[in-house]
């Protein structure tokens, strides 16, 4: 019954691999987000995606790309991944119009 | 750099004892800010939200008072509870058709038995 559900928990990868992460919710809602969360606990927006517009922060290298097959999913596509990409990712959703987003458990990616 | 930022990164409080973590926003276009509470593994989770229209609002056992002139925002924790150890984050929304929100770097809340 989790409203915003991430898969995989855990990643571990090798440089230069592509990889993906996965988010579904449930709740309705219709934009989705990715943040990423670096070691020292710092939450940073990547890109915030409903059906009409796509809002992709200006620091995130062109490597990462959001896909959304429908509203209730946003996929996370990483690819020729960094050392620099380790980090904790997490998948959020929320109402347009509302500030509340909601949380997945999120993914820790490790690079190596 | 972050428009939202935390005064102190640690706080250790005794069980029982008030909490008050600080936060300074830099944006007075803000028009929602959020409070969150992230435990160990786990994404964030809401704990209460306030608008600009306002200066003060509670929740059980949580207030938030909203200090516009000094761009100042905090959350208070009455009768702290181990259960509340974790790290606490202020979020801003910078408005516009995506509501996305501006995190600041977090207060890592620790309650002493």
């Known amino acids: 019954d989790t409203a915003v559900s991430q898969t995989p928990k855990y990643l571990v990868t090798q440089m230069g691999n592509d990889k993906s992460i996965k988010c579904e919710q449930n709740l309705g809602h219709d934009t989705m987000y990715w943040y990423k969360q670096d070691s020292k606990k710092f939450l940073k927006i990547m890109f915030s995606?409903?059906?009409?517009?796509?809002?992709i922060n200006e620091t995130v290298p062109n490597r990462f790309s959001p896909k959304s097959p429908d509203k209730a999913h946003l996929n996370l596509h990483i690819n020729s991944l960094e050392l620099g990409d380790s980090a904790v990712y997490f998948c959020?959703?929320?109402?347009?119009?509302?500030?509340?987003?909601?949380f997945g458990q999120g993914t820790r990616l490790t690079v190596v | 750099g972050e428009s939202v930022g935390l005064h102190l990164p640690t706080l250790s409080v005794q069980e029982g004892d008030n909490s008050i973590i600080n936060c300074a926003y830099s944006?007075?276009?803000?028009?929602?800010f959020i409070w969150y509470k992230q435990e160990s593994g786990k994404g964030p989770q809401f704990i209460i939200d306030i608008r600009s229209n306002m200066d003060k609002r509670q929740g059980q056992r949580v207030t938030v008072l909203l200090n516009k002139t000094v761009k100042h925002l905090s959350l208070q924790i009455a009768a702290t509870q181990p259960g509340d150890s974790a790290v606490y984050f202020c979020a801003e929304n910078m408005g516009g058709s995506q509501g996305n929100l501006i995190f600041g770097k977090g207060t890592k809340l620790s309650v002493k038995p």
């Open positions: 944006n007075s276009a803000s028009d929602y």
């Open positions: 995606y409903n059906n009409k517009e796509l809002i």
């Open positions: 959020a959703s929320s109402l347009v119009g509302t500030g509340e987003a909601f």
